[in-house]
């Protein structure tokens, strides 16, 4: 599947009012490593947008991580909000975020609202799963 297409001038589709090269692009093209596990989930949202494949399954801790993301043409992301973090942070190894992330598929609308749970290891974060609300 291609992988979309964002202008590293455009306000970072996460919605931090960053703009995308020096918010998600930096992790996304930049090669950067997030910090903390809101930036990973906020770029992992990106990286859901954008169709990076290759991205979301490095992101992906290696105890769940599938052997491929389906990702579905006619989906379209359309916003995120943080609802609330819990750790997560610079010196934790492990963290949740919740969230809501709006889409459309054929035009109609739908809501993930989760909390995802992180870990660190070797100083990296990875996306370990979620529970849907």
Partial sequence: MARKKTDTDDDCPCGSAAEFSECCGRFLIGGEIPQTAELLM??????FLIRDEAYLLATWHPRARPSRVRLDENQRWLGLSIRATEAGGVDDVSGTVEF????????????LHEISRFEKIDNRWYYLDGQHL
């Fill in 42 to 47: 906020r770029s992992r949202y990106c990286g």
């Fill in 100 to 111: 809501v992330a709006r889409y459309k598929i054929h035009g109609k609308g739908h809501r």
